[in-house]
């Protein structure tokens, strides 16, 4: 470690040498990080120390923890713009990533009181529930709730969601054209489930969204709730300031 003499606390000191180390290109996004024993051993300090040097640069989105496995240099984050309508297969391919997809269940419910207003319709009608995992290049980014409702949704049970886009089913099969969406997004931390599918230890940051996606009729078509892992994701969105006029 620089110096005992330093001013500074040894923890903040380890984290600009690590950080010095990503920046420098040292540590490359993916690489793995010394353990906290290894880092002690490295620069003298106690195991604890080395912890809170890791767990406040994790905090910061520098690095990410992987259950099991370790704490990484936390790759450029995917951007997700808020100014097109666009659907996750879009924008990862847009990104030169290859999109995938697990589908963790699908079924028929009967609507719920907040996804009967979520999606104007009466409490009992039948709602298509797709839950699945979405990834890139095979990391695991998201996972995303959807629940959609339009005459005839239950045939979607027979499409294969795996390999195709939801939205290009809807638009080129059903012939639903989607205009317009309203999101909320939201700070959290990820509950067992969640973590297990992201792979990621419990209680990490993760950013929880509500979509409802419209057609041209104006109507909701899709209600989805989501969450991505935190470490991995801007949301980016652009606005005009409305001129006064004088
Ligand atoms: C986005 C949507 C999701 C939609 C999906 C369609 C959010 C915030 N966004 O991820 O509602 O189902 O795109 O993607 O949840 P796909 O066309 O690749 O299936």
């Not at 839950?131 to 005459?151: G, T, V």
């Amino acid at each position: 470690m620089q110096s005992r003499k330093s001013p500074l606390p040894r923890y903040y000191q380890l984290k600009e040498i690590m950080r010095e180390k990503v920046t420098s290109g040292d540590w490359k996004p993916g690489d793995l990080i010394p353990s906290e024993r290894e880092l002690g051993e490295q620069y003298g300090i106690s195991r604890m120390t080395a912890r809170q040097a890791l767990t406040e640069l994790v905090n910061e989105g520098l690095f990410y923890r992987e259950q099991g496995k370790g704490t990484f240099v936390s790759r450029n984050k995917i951007t997700q713009q808020l100014i097109r309508l666009t659907g996750f297969t879009e924008d990862i391919s847009a990104r030169g990533q290859a999109p995938a997809t697990r589908v963790l269940s699908m079924h028929m419910i009967p609507a719920t009181e907040d996804l009967a207003e979520r999606l104007r319709l009466h409490v009992g009608q039948p709602i298509f529930r797709l839950q699945r995992l979405r990834l890139a290049d095979n990391e695991p980014l998201a996972i995303e709730r959807s629940h959609l409702s339009f005459i005839g949704c239950e045939r979607l049970l027979d499409e294969d969601l795996e390999t195709q886009s939801l939205y290009r089913i809807l638009e080129s099969r059903y012939g639903i054209q989607l205009i317009q969406a309203e999101q909320e997004l939201e700070a959290g931390l990820t509950n067992e489930e969640d973590a297990k599918l992201l792979n990621l230890p419990m209680g990490s940051p993760a950013l929880y969204t509500r979509r409802t996606t419209y057609t041209n009729r104006d109507l909701p078509i899709e209600y989805a709730r989501s969450v991505y892992c935190g470490h991995k994701y801007t949301f980016y969105t652009h606005m005009l300031r409305n001129q006064l006029v004088p």
